[in-house]
């Protein structure tokens, strides 16, 4: 079975031109976003047998952090880019 996407532009845009940018510029996007992530890990505290699920992965950065950490738990990234 096909999964069903329901913004079939966005879904294009990541198929293209959008995709090719976060990807040229993906050290860019990591590093400004470090100060945040520092701080969301800082006031929301994950016990190492969470379930994280987190949606609009970017890099993966925050779906493998909180993955080293739940670590006897689990971590699910989901985004709509299909290749890297």
């Not at 080293?68 to 971590?75: E, F, K, L």
Request: positive net charge; contains cysteine; charged residues 25%.
């Amino acid at each position: 079975m096909v999964p069903k996407i329901a913004k079939t532009g966005m879904a294009a845009g990541w198929d293209g031109p959008e995709e090719e940018h976060w990807v040229e510029h993906v050290e860019h996007y990591a590093v400004a976003s470090q100060r945040h992530w520092d701080r969301l890990l800082a006031v929301v505290p994950i016990a190492s047998a969470a379930a994280v699920v987190d949606i609009g992965c970017g890099t993966g950065r925050s779906t493998r952090d909180p993955a080293r950490i739940a670590s006897s738990g689990s971590a699910l990234g989901l985004n709509l880019r299909r290749r890297l």
